[in-house]
């Protein structure tokens, strides 16, 4: 299948054309092997998501890697209060 371009959500390298990030994937495992933080802060549709997603990959034979998602945490939270 012929790649396509993405304009909506995510990046996947085998199905979209997409930048290489190999660069940037090295300059933060740097950081995160020398217990630096760091933050991933860009406007709508710059490629937070799929950064994010490349550097799961990048670090899971060296990392355990976990994803939180703040936003469903107060979500359920305010849940859990209307049922009370």
Do not use: W
């Amino acid at each position: 299948m012929a790649k396509v371009f993405n304009v909506n959500g995510a990046c996947r390298p085998e199905k979209h054309y997409m930048v290489d990030l190999s660069s940037r994937l090295e300059a933060i495992k740097k950081m995160v092997d020398d217990g630096e933080y760091f933050t991933i802060n860009r406007a709508r549709q710059f490629g937070k998501t799929t950064t994010l997603n490349s550097l799961t990959d990048y670090l899971r034979n060296d990392y355990e890697v976990l994803s939180l998602d703040f936003q469903t945490m107060g979500h359920y939270r305010l849940k859990m209060r209307n049922r009370l």
